[in-house]
């Protein structure tokens, strides 16, 4: 059983779109983490969102935790073709727990 | 440089050898995190470290994977009588205290079992 379910698996735009990848889960979780990963490489931190409703911006990207504390989207505007990569969320149920990670989006940007 | 730096890059050996791992993690970092990611899905979490001692061990697969954190810095990811379904790329992290912290990672060991 996945914790956390990524969608979509993939997907393809063409550059300049806007486009928003979801992280679900049945549980409730302390803090939500985003990752970006291009082949060869580990993943890189994007982003924590820790509270309930919480919005947070990095340039073209928007990230939002679900009020439940259960969810979590990440939404691109105008993409282009260098946020090409694997998406992942991950999470952490108590504070002095593991990560959890999804099985992530893979997003190619058309140029 | 001032990353987690993970060797060898890759490794290559024949079902039933032995393998090490090694993760250098960020300096004055607790927390250590070994994954197993496979092909097309996210890091799977191994064990964690918190300073010498294995906080959290439940992810490792089978009595085959054994990790140790002597110094409390370097690690080792050890794996007796390797399959093929261990082939996969094995990450490393390390964060300040551990918790919510941003974990930081190196660029894995790609394992491959012949």
């Known amino acids: 059983t996945q914790l956390l379910e990524q969608s979509p698996q993939f997907l393809s735009i063409q550059e300049g779109e806007n486009l928003t990848v979801y992280c679900n889960s049945s549980?409730?979780?302390?803090?939500l983490q985003w990752y970006r990963q291009e082949p060869g490489e580990g993943p890189v931190l994007l982003v924590t969102v820790v509270t309930g409703g919480e919005v947070k911006k990095l340039k073209r990207l928007t990230f939002q935790f679900g009020d439940a504390r259960k969810d979590s989207s990440l939404h691109i505007t105008a993409a282009q073709p260098g946020d090409t990569g694997l998406y992942l969320c991950?999470?952490?149920?108590?504070?002095?727990?593991?990560?959890?990670f999804g099985k992530g989006t893979r997003l190619h940007i058309l140029p | 440089g001032a990353g987690v730096s993970q060797t060898p890059s890759n490794k290559v050996t024949e079902k039933g050898k032995y393998v090490e791992l090694r993760c250098d993690p960020i300096?004055?970092?607790?927390?250590l995190y070994w994954y197993r990611q496979s092909l097309g899905q996210g890091p799977e979490f191994l064990i964690y470290f918190q300073g010498t001692g294995a906080a959290d061990d439940s992810g490792l697969p089978n009595d085959r994977f054994f990790a140790v954190r002597p110094e409390g810095s370097v690690s080792t990811l050890k794996i007796q009588r390797t399959e093929r379904g261990d082939s996969a790329v094995y990450l490393c992290a390390s964060s300040p205290t551990g918790g919510n912290q941003p974990q930081h990672f190196g660029d894995g060991t790609r394992l491959s079992i012949l």
């Open positions: 991950a999470g952490t149920m108590n504070r002095d727990d593991k990560i959890i």
């Open positions: 300096s004055g970092h607790t927390a």
């Open positions: 549980s409730v979780f302390s803090s």
